[in-house]
């Protein structure tokens, strides 16, 4: 069974390695800001970005503001922002803007977490250059 499907497993194998992850990039962050393009290369912004989606939400909710300065700065990419300003908000109950974020299922079948103002979602989400919901939605319950 894959490591994302065993909820033990996960706890065992994944969970760690996130914890020292996210301890890693809080330091980064603290001595650095966000480690954007102009310090890290793009690859490495893109790294540091995937490191935050696994990050607690408080680390997170930390990094938002800074994410969005980097972004109006050039230095990290909208999309990348869209997704964590979905996660940040749907830890907190609030309606996602950009349609990222889902929630499996007990029997493996997939859920959107609540969308504000569905109408305009691909308009959204085409402005930080994210594909229209259906083609991502197909994908992402493709996944099983």
């Given at each position: 069974?894959?490591?994302?499907?065993?909820?033990?497993?996960?706890?065992?194998?994944?969970?760690?390695?996130?914890?020292?992850?996210?301890?890693?990039l809080?330091?980064?962050?603290?001595?650095?800001?966000?480690?954007?393009?102009?310090?890290?290369?793009?690859?490495?912004?893109h790294?540091?970005?995937?490191?935050?989606?696994?990050?607690?939400?408080?680390?997170?909710?930390?990094?938002?503001?800074?994410?969005?300065?980097?972004?109006?700065?050039?230095?990290?990419?909208?999309?990348?922002?869209?997704?964590?300003?979905?996660?940040?908000?749907?830890h907190?109950?609030?309606?996602?803007?950009?349609?990222?974020?889902y929630?499996?299922?007990?029997?493996?079948?997939?859920?959107?977490?609540?969308?504000?103002?569905?109408?305009?979602?691909?308009?959204?989400?085409?402005?930080?250059?994210?594909?229209?919901?259906?083609?991502?939605?197909?994908?992402?319950?493709?996944?099983?």
């Open positions: 069974m894959p490591v994302g499907r065993d909820p033990e497993r996960w706890r065992r194998v994944v969970t760690p390695v996130d914890q020292d992850n996210a301890a890693w809080s330091a980064v962050v603290d001595e650095y800001g966000w480690p954007g393009r102009g310090l890290v290369g793009r690859d490495g912004a790294a540091a970005w995937l490191l935050l989606q696994h990050a607690p939400h408080d680390l997170q909710q930390r990094c938002l503001p800074l994410l969005r300065e980097a972004v109006a700065a050039g230095e990290a990419e909208a999309a990348e922002l869209a997704y964590l300003e979905d996660r940040v908000r749907c907190e109950g609030m309606p996602q803007r950009y349609g990222t974020q929630l499996r299922l007990p029997d493996g079948e997939v859920r959107i977490y609540e969308v504000e103002d569905p109408e305009g979602l691909d308009e959204r989400r085409a402005a930080v250059g994210l594909e229209p919901h259906a083609a991502y939605d197909a994908r992402i319950r493709a996944m099983r």
